[in-house]
């Protein structure tokens, strides 16, 4: 038998893809890399919302504290509120004893 040559089409067709081969190699880099930095920016945009999410947490339980230590202490003024005494009081201050 005797070794065959390789056509000229054949020998293109390896050039082409030699020659073609870091143009493939850089665009499947760059969209690798365009894939990492979606998620990278995913990522980002996420942490942010669960730093924007624990600010409001952290207002709203501020505000229910507060809300709350207001109306114990109001329950509280109003438990001690006696008008008889306070009558009595104001009395006592308009005539004081001599």
Do not use: C
């Not at 000229?8 to 690798?32: F, H, K, Q």
């Not at 996420?46 to 947490?57: D, F």
């Not at 709203?60 to 202490?73: C, F, P, Q, R, S």
């Amino acid at each position: 038998m005797s070794a065959s040559k390789p056509s000229a089409a054949m020998v293109d067709t390896d050039a082409l893809v030699l020659g073609l081969s870091p143009a493939v190699a850089t665009a499947a880099l760059y969209g690798s890399m365009v894939h990492s930095m979606g998620i990278l920016f995913e990522n980002a945009i996420s942490a942010q919302k669960l730093q924007t999410l624990s600010g409001e947490l952290v207002v709203l339980e501020g505000i229910l504290e507060n809300l709350t230590a207001t109306a114990v202490d109001v329950a509280d003024d109003v438990e001690m509120l006696d008008p008889a005494a306070e009558l009595a009081a104001i009395l006592k201050s308009l005539h004081p004893k001599h």
